[in-house]
């Protein structure tokens, strides 16, 4: 989500290149169909480890290999910063690789602009694990407090990118759509049914709001006439169990959708509730309404792109921090637990236009 913006600014730069993106499987569907984009090149990575698969998977990944070196790119751009993205930077023999400069020391870098700041040194810093050393052109880091879709843009300086607004549009296939429409029918939901979609899930688990959160407000959405949707990964299925029992007649489609099934369902939504997670991205390229609940991560840097009024959070010392494991936190994970669920309802009212009715939040969605 946030190297959609660079894409298309890559495409105004070079409007004749043929420009690909290496990307997983599983993701490549959010991309494949954007204008901007000449191809997807495939890294099946999930197939290392499945048993049975991991020596097919390692041939497939030569043949990778061959194929990126094959296609004589002129210039590769690694926005991941990692061993591994540095790896296929490497093997494309390129002759210019951009990256991120190495990690800057973060005391020289805070500025006083912002009120939260991630004061541990866990948070993004610059390339990690040495893969500044596979790049010919570095990207400067003047400062931390920054956007990420802002920070990746900085390669805009060394590529001559024009000045318009980064554009976030995500392009999605029919087919996806359908898929979508398919689903909800089968969980009874009408097409003309205004609909409230719930992503209870991250990978972190600090990150984590609670189930009786989201259940509660699941219960306040099915009151008022809507249809709720909780939806994620197979990994998040306990959880959305546990959201759809406390709160009957929500429809739980986790682990039956892919992320481009995931975003034409938000796109379907009349709003979306999620933590920090993917789906919040997804929710704000689409330029859909949606709420998110934040604890142990900044906002200012990661949050939804310039939608401040779409987080919600409580004020505390130790938040952020960006603790990722539960264990890791002596406060009983109170920036997630303190947020209520009549919190995130007022916000969605709010944001929402204060609708009172679904007839009402539809035509406030649909008003100029």
């Not at 960006?322 to 009212?349: G, I, W």
Request: glycine share 6%; net charge positive; hydrophobic share 40%.
């Amino acid at each position: 989500m946030h190297t959609i913006p660079v894409l298309v600014k890559l495409r105004a730069r070079y409007p004749r290149a043929r420009i690909d993106w290496l990307i997983t499987p599983e993701n490549a569907e959010i991309v494949r169909c954007h204008p901007a984009l000449s191809n997807v090149v495939l890294f099946a990575r999930r197939d290392f480890s499945q048993r049975g698969r991991r020596w097919r998977a390692m041939l497939e990944f030569l043949d990778l290999l061959k194929q990126i070196r094959r296609a004589k790119y002129d210039l590769v751009i690694d926005m991941h910063g990692q061993v591994r993205s540095a790896f296929f930077v490497l093997i494309s023999g390129a002759r210019v690789r951009i990256g991120f400069d190495r990690p800057v020391k973060r005391t020289l870098t805070i500025s006083t602009e912002h009120d939260l700041k991630n004061v541990p040194s866990h948070g993004w810093r610059g390339a990690r694990e040495g893969s500044w050393i596979a790049y010919t052109h570095h990207i400067p880091i003047p400062t931390l407090d920054v956007h990420a879709i802002d920070r990746y843009l900085w390669v805009g300086k060394l590529l001559g990118f024009d000045d318009n607004p980064p554009d976030l549009t995500i392009h999605l296939s029919s087919g996806t759509v359908r898929n979508i429409e398919r689903l909800l029918k089968e969980k009874g939901v009408d097409a003309a049914q205004p609909l409230v979609v719930l992503v209870p899930g991250t990978i972190w688990e600090t990150k984590h709001w609670t189930i009786e959160g989201f259940a509660g407000v699941a219960r306040h959405f099915l009151r008022e006439g809507f249809a709720v949707a909780l939806a994620g990964t197979k990994r998040d299925q306990p959880r959305c169990r546990q959201i759809a029992a406390a709160a009957p007649g929500a429809c739980d489609l986790s682990g039956k959708t892919t992320p481009a099934d995931l975003a034409a369902l938000i796109r379907r939504a009349e709003v979306a509730v999620t933590n920090d997670s993917g789906s919040m991205h997804v929710a704000a390229s689409l330029g859909k309404p949606m709420v998110s609940v934040f604890g142990p991560t900044n906002p200012v840097h990661i949050g939804p792109y310039e939608r401040p009024e779409s987080v919600v959070r409580v004020d505390l010392p130790c938040s952020p921090c960006n603790y990722r494991r539960l264990s890791q936190c002596p406060f009983d994970h109170a920036c997630m637990k303190q947020v209520t669920s009549a919190m995130v309802v007022e916000r969605v009212r709010k944001i929402l236009g204060s609708a009172k009715s679904p007839a009402e939040a539809a035509n406030c969605l649909s008003s100029p």
